[in-house]
């Protein structure tokens, strides 16, 4: 029997309650071992100093024990930060499944007013659809993740429906992605890094190399013809001074690339992992393979390449480093030495850094899409047929943001060319269905499945007219913003084929108006041979489906029984009868 999302992610956090007590602990012991091997260091210098044949062999092997030491120590540390990362994504997914999730990032900041659709449905925002199902981790991957829902594409569906089949199956790979690429600090963000490496103007030449070089050679004799005696100590401290003046020659220029530097250790450490991740996996869908593949350079694994800039990066960084700074630019001009390795990598890589930085962004967005189907196995990807005669034909069609317990579904068959007109008291659920009929198409397209228990979807991409505001700083009324909207529709149409849902059009007008101006435009929209449905109050509209057998009616019921509103949520098929504004304002006292 397959494991249910909630007991997977109950028992990952028994797993990982343990795994960080245990490694506590041998945190512990390895900060114990580290102290205990340096006081051995000391006491073996004291004790022994001037025995050198003693001392020396001595040293040495404590000195390599706490060097092991510190690499076994830093190693788990990272270990254990990943595991309270993973520990904490796991209680997260639980709060997720009890419809706690309204404190999780909604994207904000791609909230789209002028969007086909984005802004209607409330994709984002607080209680949003992205809220709900957001899980990357890098703010690229964000982007690139709110890029796909928005793309209106529906091309390469079933590629993308496979894709995230497979990302569903493997739930522990996506949750040790995420928890690396949550420790990534992207201040300094991947397109900043992109753009200084492919823009980056090499400042050393072939003499500052040769000079490296002469100095690399030459200190190390002086330093031992020094100790010998056989040279003054002031020769050495003229050579130490020449080579300080040589690399303050160029200290600006090396500032400023230390600065760049500093700021994108962190980052390409993590890419690393994250990167040597996706090359150790074989992946078996079409779509994951090509992005896998573009991290192959000539021949190069691209995690060994970023591996090993992120050293180049360290080491670099050890200038600030007041002993370095001195003793290894005077003698061995090494901010030349380093600056050198860091000219060379960029050479090399410049071209590919940004492929790699997409393809990791792309798995950080698709990872969500894999969760979001991990976490539904209720839901069903809908069937991609082209040739159907049906737009969408849904069996027990429901909003995803509805808990299951009280979501009532509805069955919903719309043939391609065919317009609903749906009429319905308030509160009946017209709106609600408008919506889930919206993210149907919104999650269809992204090749995830749909709250629906089967459906046979035709692609074809959404535009909607759901919620027009005024905007007093652009001086247009709420009427000529919803013209607008309408006209932009229109415009489309006159191009390709979309899927039109409209709620209650022409608000901004009188009903006389407004009856004779969307019975019009409906009449324009069944002429252009669009699919879609317009929720409406104004029962006169109603009338346009004698007129086309393109136009069916439907509608949302309420029954007022001793007294009392009641509604079953259910589409049916005719013209609603029972409004029920004028009881409502009875009953509540407002008249």
Not at 39 to 53: E, K, P, R, V
Not at 443 to 462: H, Q, T
């Amino acid at each position: 029997m397959q494991t249910s999302p909630r007991e997977y992610y109950l028992s990952r956090i028994k797993d990982f309650e343990i795994e960080i007590a245990n490694q506590k602990k041998k945190l512990g012991w390895l900060s114990f071992s580290r102290i205990l091997t340096f006081i051995l260091i000391i006491t073996a210098t004291y004790f022994l100093f001037g025995n050198w044949a003693i001392l020396i062999p001595i040293g040495l092997t404590v000195i390599t024990l706490f060097l092991i030491l510190i690499h076994r120590y830093n190693n788990l540390k990272r270990e254990f930060t990943i595991s309270k990362e993973l520990l904490l994504l796991n209680q997260e997914e639980i709060e997720v499944l009890d419809w706690k999730f309204d404190h999780r990032d909604g994207g904000n900041e791609f909230i789209d007013t002028s969007h086909p659709f984005s802004y209607d449905i409330d994709l984002y925002g607080h209680g949003s659809f992205f809220q709900y199902m957001n899980r990357t981790s890098l703010k690229s991957g964000k982007k690139f993740l709110s890029a796909q829902l928005n793309s209106n594409s529906i091309e390469g569906i079933q590629d993308r429906q496979k894709s995230i089949i497979e990302l569903q199956n493997t739930p522990d790979w996506r949750q040790r992605y995420s928890a690396i690429a949550k420790l990534i600090n992207d201040k300094f963000t991947t397109q900043q890094i992109t753009n200084w490496i492919v823009n980056y103007n090499p400042f050393l030449n072939k003499a500052h190399y040769i000079l490296a070089i002469v100095f690399t050679f030459i200190s190390p004799i002086l330093i031992v013809l020094t100790a010998l005696q056989t040279v003054g100590p002031n020769l050495l401290g003229y050579w130490l001074l020449g080579g300080l003046i040589i690399t303050g020659s160029q200290l600006k220029k090396i500032n400023v690339l230390s600065d760049k530097c500093s700021k994108s250790i962190d980052t390409f450490q993590n890419y690393a992992h994250l990167i040597d991740l996706i090359e150790k996996r074989e992946f078996s869908s079409k779509e994951l393979q090509a992005q896998s593949f573009r991290l192959n350079y000539k021949n190069k694994k691209a995690s060994l390449e970023i591996k090993k800039f992120s050293k180049i990066l360290d080491a670099f960084d050890n200038r600030n480093n007041l002993i370095s700074a001195i003793f290894g630019n005077g003698l061995f001009l090494y901010d030349l030495w380093q600056v050198r390795r860091i000219e060379n990598w960029i050479k090399i890589n410049n071209t590919s850094i940004s492929t790699w930085f997409e393809v990791v962004h792309f798995f950080d967005a698709y990872n969500s899409l894999g969760n979001f189907s991990f976490n539904h196995p209720n839901f069903n990807f809908p069937t991609v047929d082209r040739e159907s005669e049906n737009t969408i034909s849904a069996t027990n069609l429901g909003h995803p943001l509805i808990r299951p317990e009280v979501r009532i579904n509805s069955d919903l068959t719309i043939q391609t060319e065919q317009f609903f007109i749906v009429t319905g008291a308030n509160m009946a659920g017209k709106s609600t269905f408008l919506r889930s009929v919206s993210l149907f198409i919104i999650m269809a397209n992204s090749g995830l499945p749909v709250c629906s228990d089967r459906s046979i979807y035709r692609p074809i991409k959404l535009i909607t007219s759901m919620r027009t505001s005024d905007s007093l700083s652009e001086e247009s009324s709420y009427f000529f913003s919803e013209l607008s909207r309408l006209k932009i529709i229109v415009d489309k149409l006159e191009k390709e084929n979309y899927f039109i849902i409209l709620d209650e059009i022409l608000k901004g007008t009188n009903s006389t108006d407004k009856a004779k101006g969307s019975k019009k435009f409906v009449e324009r929209l069944v002429n252009f041979k669009a699919t879609g449905i317009i929720a409406t109050h104004d029962l006169s509209l109603c009338e346009a489906a004698k007129e086309s057998p393109n136009i069916e009616n439907y509608y949302f019921d309420a029954e007022i029984v001793d007294d009392e509103l009641f509604f079953d949520y259910r589409l049916k098929k005719g013209v609603c009868q029972n409004m029920n504004a004028s009881f409502l304002l009875k009953k509540m006292n407002i008249v």
